[in-house]
């Protein structure tokens, strides 16, 4: 159901970077969760009204992003309410933005805060 991730597509989206990367892949979100036990996870969603700019994010944060097509399932969303983002969309015509630039557009708010705090 998903396609594998190989070679030629890692390499292609990471162009020269990838000796500074540290990519790490889980199957499901319970190997996620067990391999970061001190994170705090957050979720992001298009049905959620706690727009990402005005979360407070801190080194050690999760960002969890859904299938492109599905978003995250239902359940997950539900019990993690308190920690749903959403990236607002100022125009209701236009639902969400893609997966690539949602992730660059809330990563990128993330460090940001993160660098900015004064407890670094």
């Known amino acids: ?3 594998p991730l190989d070679d030629r597509a890692v390499r292609r989206a990471g162009l020269d970077y990838w000796a500074e ?6 199957i499901d979100l ?5 391999a970061l036990p001190g994170s705090r996870f957050l979720y ?3 049905k959620s009204d706690l727009s990402y700019t005005d979360y407070r994010f801190r080194a050690g944060d999760c960002l969890v992003f859904g299938r492109e097509t599905r978003g995250l399932p239902e359940d997950v969303l539900h019990a993690n309410w308190e920690r ?3 990236i607002p969309m100022p125009n209701p015509n236009v639902r969400s933005l893609n997966l690539a ?3 660059g557009i809330a990563l990128y708010e993330a460090r940001r805060q993160i660098l900015n705090s004064p407890e670094i």
């Open 84 to 86: 749903a983002l959403t």
């Open 30 to 34: 319970e190997r996620l969760y067990a």
């Open 44 to 46: 992001f969603t298009t």
């Open 101 to 103: 630039v949602s992730v």
């Open 21 to 26: 990367v540290d990519l790490r892949r889980h």
């Open 1 to 3: 159901d998903r396609p």
